[in-house]
């Protein structure tokens, strides 16, 4: 009987030890937590590039800093840089505009001596929406529905200058 007490009383001291132990490791890390919590929250982040990707994992944006100047770029949901601005050490500053096969239609800029350029790639230029327009099947020359008969108060008499 004395056997047996004396190993009840054995392992009744394992477990105060074993409670104390877990005790103490939980206020550790109770107070580690606390400690991390507490510290400000960065506001500065420093890097020379940055890569930002969607939840497949494609880069949708990127923008960095090298010896060749500093840019961004915005790309579409297969990769395919659609937007990108960017500035040369020189002073060159310009922006591009790409179509899906990320071939570039829209590219407007300045240089180091304050000229600016604008280039339109296979494009048609229409101002204020749709107009009439002899290639147009809806609106053939001088036969718009807001301007029948080719009245139109800018090329009167279908006389449209496209």
Do not use: Y
Not at 49 to 77: Q, W, Y
Not at 89 to 108: E, H, L, Q, T, Y
């Amino acid at each position: 009987m004395k056997n047996i007490e004396h190993r009840i009383e054995m392992l009744e001291r394992r477990c105060r030890r074993q409670q104390l132990l877990i005790g103490g490791i939980a206020m550790a890390l109770a107070g580690a937590v606390g400690l991390g919590m507490s510290q400000d929250k960065p506001t500065d982040m420093v890097v020379n590039s940055l890569t930002i990707l969607d939840t497949k994992g494609t880069p949708r944006m990127e923008m960095g800093v090298n010896k060749d100047g500093s840019g961004l770029s915005f790309n579409d949901a297969e990769g395919n840089m659609r937007i990108t601005m960017g500035c040369s050490p020189n002073g060159d500053a310009g922006i591009a505009v790409f179509d899906s096969k990320s071939v570039p239609r829209i590219a407007m800029g300045t240089d180091s001596s304050n000229e600016a350029g604008l280039v339109l790639t296979n494009a048609e230029l229409i101002e204020g929406g749709q107009q009439d327009h002899p290639d147009h099947p809806d609106h053939p020359k001088g036969d718009h529905p807001e301007h029948p008969g080719g009245d139109h108060p800018d090329h009167p008499s279908g006389d449209h200058p496209g």
